[in-house]
């Protein structure tokens, strides 16, 4: 039987929107840089890229910095530390948080950073509106705000103009592009440093040879997962979701469904049956044809218990034993009740050699 892939959080499958608007910049020779009809030509796939991510992610083309990915855009909160606190909430995704220690304060920050839709639960995250003082997180203010977008994009309505965010960070593989490439999103007329220094491109923010072929994947992708949001390909996969929990619950009433009373991204389901190893999970469940995780995927392939769970409040057995399994428009109502029938199998197997 064909394998089945749940792991849309980590990477989304290639679009073929993507792949041929790829395999068709490979054909242009120019340097974006270059003032010749070639450079030329590559300059205007960029350019047609950068407008198609602008109107995925809601904001103006010139806001738009090519990167290789949410991880690099994030590094602009580094140029923020000599200047003041940068606070990253700590369910964050590495890609903010790891680098910068945890700063509960009230008054003297700078930067808030932030996840609006999070990785492993699903969970949107309402970062407040921005009042005389700043951005509020709790009783924590700062003067700017950054979005991790990256989850969220083409899977909710989303708009960088009317969030009132100064930056924002996505990634192209999570809606279907090529991964190594994404972007950061600069509010217009905000000063930032440079992310990488050299040539000059993308504005002064991002020097070096823009990636031509990625970037063009990125921008199809893009406009791809707006056309899936706008014909309401989500709600069909929040139902197949929806009956994913609605049939594990049934069978197993212990089983904890992280953030299933929150708003929550359409295609994840983040949950646990206290005792039964989340790896452990994954592995039987990849024997047996199911590619899940176990959290972010982002951690060098390491298995541990979640981070993001732990700062939810839930204790150390349920962090390490959830699981995430995230769908996709191409998941099926059949895989969606094998996949449910083959865990509670492993889970029946799992009570007997724990008894």
């Known amino acids: 039987m064909s394998r089945v892939y749940l792991d849309y959080n980590a990477t989304a499958p290639l679009r073929p929107e993507a792949r041929d608007a790829m395999v068709a910049a490979m054909d242009v020779v120019g340097n974006p840089s270059s003032v010749h009809g070639e450079g ?15 109107g995925a992610v809601g904001c103006k083309p010139q806001e738009v910095i090519f990167t290789s990915g949410a991880t690099e855009a994030a590094g602009v ?30 008054s003297g920050a700078n930067v808030l950073a932030m996840g609006l839709a999070n990785s492993e639960t699903g969970v949107i995250t309402d970062p407040g509106t921005k009042g005389a003082e700043g ?4 009783a924590y203010h700062a003067t700017s705000l950054l979005l991790d977008v990256t989850q969220a994009i083409g899977r909710v309505p989303f708009s960088f103009a009317w969030s009132g965010a100064d930056l924002a960070v996505c990634s192209a593989h999570k809606l279907g592009g090529p991964k190594g490439v994404g972007a950061l999103i600069v509010r217009q007329g905000l000063e930032i440093e440079a992310l990488a220094r050299g040539g000059g491109q993308e504005m ?27 014909d309401g390909t989500w709600r069909q996969v929040e139902k197949l ?51 899940i995780s176990a959290g972010s995927a982002c951690s060098s392939g390491k298995v541990r218990e979640s981070r993001v769970l732990r700062a939810m409040g839930f204790d150390e057995e349920v962090a390490r034993s959830a699981i995430r399994v995230s769908l996709g428009p191409e998941t099926t109502e059949d895989e969606i009740y094998r996949f449910a029938e083959i865990w509670l199998k492993q889970l029946d197997k799992h009570r007997a050699r724990a008894a």
């Open 40 to 54: 030329r030509a590559a300059k205007a796939i960029v350019e047609r890229a950068r407008a198609q991510v602008a």
């Open 77 to 106: 909160l580094r140029s923020a530390q000599p200047h003041g606190a940068v606070m990253v909430d700590d369910t964050a995704h590495d890609a903010l948080w790891a680098h910068f220690d945890l700063t509960h304060v009230e």
């Open 135 to 138: 951005w509020p997180y709790g």
């Open 204 to 230: 002064g923010r991002r020097s070096g040879t823009e990636n031509v072929i990625g970037i063009a994947g990125f921008g199809a992708a893009a406009e791809a997962a707006m056309r899936d949001l706008a």
């Open 241 to 291: 979701r929806n009956i994913l929990e609605s049939s594990i619950e049934e069978s197993a009433k212990e089983t904890i469904f992280v953030g299933k009373s929150e708003r929550r991204l359409p295609n994840t389901s983040c949950f646990a049956a206290p005792g039964w190893k989340g790896e452990t999970q994954v592995m039987q469940m990849d024997l047996a044809g199911f590619a």
